[in-house]
């Protein structure tokens, strides 16, 4: 895994100055590429690339990059990896194409299939996972590519300057004509998921590539034009309309063939590997794959956890023994969780609240001790029906349907009992074990009897501060949710296909991929490859939804290689207890972020409405650990940038 950075600037600039530009941004990504860098600015044009690399296939300096093509055409400086290179490689041989290659890296491939076949053609090819910036020296145009889903990350910024282009914020603010001012929009955003939107920004004028979108750009001053070479919405939409043909027993053997060709794929490197491994569905799935084609035991890692109804490191242990792996476990105690809280703000280049990214954090360091490769199971839950919203969010939507209006409005009163009360009746009813934080979820209840939209209905599961302007201080005028692609399908399906377009690249991909390149480690994910997205969506949702059992086909898959009886067991999250550690080891450092006299003086927050709201949680009235959880992962961030970034 690499990181890259760059620019087209519109006026001429000094080469030195441009060098030292680009010296600097791209030093910015070292954590991204520990092993070697390069430059390349074009004096004529004001192109300027940077790449940092992280060595996985062709350890020799003939994959260093920027790039050029043999014709000297192209220049690329690109992060990732294209799984099925050899094969194109071999594909443009028998083309009678006559290419001298400098080496076996895939950049290289990758570079001589765009000459070959042109950019759509070969992207259409590529496997794997991918952003780069393409520089056509002949059309003099700048391109801008993401991989279909989003999962390596690509921003770009247009200005007087031009443009500029990097795999991370840091890296744009060492571009001097470029000045940072805060999106409140995207403020107001990141209040109610708990992730700023790869639809948006944390800072103003900054994009993000689209997954599976090119961007290109003819002259450094203009806006730029989109083509999209895959689209989610196409695929899922192909699938309802064509759907699988073949028996349950057919299925099964499909999915499990396309599974066991992804990993495989995702386990060629020229450095040592492994895979995360929780004892869950999808990574105890993608390691069974890995054992299978493996010629030693693969290296698994795992974090458990000292707090009750956190760990799962027994499960993932007794998968390993299982399938004869060399398997890592690091109990983390409180205190190594806490001792990453601080380093957050520096490895997130956007405020970022989901809690889960501290044990995958620690995950990734512990693996990157051991390997320099590592395959997940993420993206099993958005095509599988993995989420308990996938399979109650349903029901209560009908049942929300039949009822008349005057009867939703009085589901509302499930609001009138306190959070903290509902948890309490809960355990007295010996309930809590079966649902975790009931009085939030009842809350949401209360407010979803009356939503009238799938979309809105799902935006609002999604939410923290529901209303991100009762706490901001002069609050943007927000849409009450942010609007949706429509999407025509049964109900469950439609909350399948809004994590795979919001959820996954918003939340879980950007938790990995910055929790890995913290340490320098490459985190491959076999099931969100094409193929498998384009099969799963073909199956039907009884296939992936049996009665009470979710993912049932997946399961089904996982049963050839490891018995149910070590994977059957109610779905935890990869989570901590923020609300615990609030009220205790982590008290102190909250409410230093929380004074309320630095929050009057930002200005951003409404001091008084957070004042409230911890005061109530340190009380014990209500479990606020999501919106308190927020705000404090925005505040260390803007600690940590505001001297950078105007307010």
Not at 4 to 23: M, R
Not at 306 to 321: C, I, K, L, N, P
Not at 488 to 517: C, G, N
Not at 612 to 641: D, P, Y
Request: glycine share 8%; net charge neutral.
């Amino acid at each position: 895994m690499c990181g890259i950075t760059g620019f087209w600037c519109a006026d001429s600039v000094a080469e030195d100055n441009a060098h030292q530009w680009l010296d600097r941004m791209t030093a910015k990504l070292v954590h991204r590429g520990p092993d070697s860098s390069g430059t390349f600015f074009d004096r004529d044009t004001g192109v300027g690339f940077g790449h940092r690399r992280l060595s996985i296939l062709d350890l020799s300096d003939r994959g260093r990059q920027p790039m050029w093509s043999h014709s000297g055409r192209y220049c690329i400086s690109y992060n990732g990896e294209v799984y099925n290179a050899p094969e194109i490689r071999t594909e443009l041989a028998g083309q009678g194409l006559r290419i001298e290659w400098r080496g076996h890296s895939d950049t290289e491939v990758v570079l001589e299939a765009i000459e070959a076949l042109g950019l759509r053609r070969a992207l259409e090819k590529f496997r794997g996972m991918f952003a780069f910036a393409l520089w056509d020296s002949r059309a003099r145009s700048l391109s801008l590519v993401r991989d279909r889903l989003g999962i390596k990350p690509l921003l770009f910024v247009k200005g007087s300057f031009g443009i500029a282009f990097a795999s991370e914020l840091q890296a744009l603010y060492e571009l001097p004509a470029f000045q940072p001012r805060l999106n409140r929009d995207s403020v107001g955003s990141f209040l109610r998921y708990g992730v700023v939107p790869d639809s948006e920004c944390i800072v103003v004028g900054v994009q993000k590539v689209k997954p599976g979108t090119i961007v290109q750009f003819d002259e450094p001053r203009t806006e730029g034009t989109q083509q999209h070479f895959w689209s989610a919405e196409q695929i899922a939409s192909a699938g309802l309309r064509r759907p699988f043909e073949g028996t349950e027993k057919e299925a099964i053997e499909e999915l499990e063939r396309v599974i066991q060709r992804s990993v495989a794929l995702r386990m060629r490197s020229d450095v040592p590997f492994g895979a995360f491994l929780s004892g869950g569905i999808d990574s105890s799935t993608v390691v069974a794959m890995m054992q299978q084609v493996a010629s030693k035991p693969v290296k698994t890692f795992c974090i458990g956890n000292t707090v009750s109804g956190y760990d799962e490191s027994s499960h993932a242990r007794a998968v390993a023994e299982h399938l004869h792996c060399e398997h890592h476990t690091l109990i983390a105690d409180p205190s190594d969780m806490l001792a990453v809280v601080p380093e957050i703000a520096h490895h997130w280049d956007e405020p970022f609240a989901d809690s889960s990214q501290i044990p995958t954090f620690l995950v990734s360091r512990l693996t990157r001790a051991h390997v320099t490769v590592s395959l997940s199971g993420d993206g099993g839950d958005e095509l599988f029906a993995g989420y308990n919203r996938h399979a109650w969010a349903p029901r209560l939507w009908d049942l929300a349907n039949l009822l008349p209006s005057s009867v939703r409005r009085a589901l509302r009163a499930l609001e009138l009992i306190r959070v903290d009360d509902w948890d309490r009746a809960f355990r007295a009813l010996r309930l809590g074990d079966a649902v975790r934080l009931p009085g939030d979820k009842l809350h949401k209840i209360a407010t979803l009897a009356e939503l009238g939209t799938p979309s809105e209905f799902y935006e609002r599961l999604r939410s923290h501060w529901v209303d991100p302007t009762e706490v901001m201080a002069g609050a943007p005028d927000l849409q009450a949710f942010r609007q949706t692609v429509r999407f025509d399908a049964p109900f469950a399906e439609q909350m399948m296909f809004y994590d795979l377009i919001q959820y996954l690249p918003d939340d879980i991909l950007t938790k990995v991929d910055r929790a890995s390149m913290a340490v320098s480690l490459e985190a491959r994910v076999p099931l969100l490859d094409h193929e498998v997205v384009e099969l799963a969506w073909r199956l039907p949702l009884s296939w992936k939804i049996r009665g009470r059992t979710q993912k049932w086909i997946l399961r089904e898959v996982l049963t050839r290689h490891v018995p149910a009886t070590l994977f059957e067991r109610p779905k935890t999250g990869f989570g901590v207890p923020v609300g615990q550690w609030l009220r205790g080891p982590l008290r102190d450092w909250a409410a230093d972020l929380l004074e309320e006299s630095s929050l009057a003086s930002d200005g951003i927050f409404d001091s008084g409405v957070v004042a409230s709201t911890w005061k109530a949680h340190q009380a014990g009235r209500g479990n606020h650990e999501h919106r308190l959880w927020a705000i404090l992962m925005f505040q260390s961030w803007w600690r940590a940038n505001r001297r950078i970034i105007a307010a």
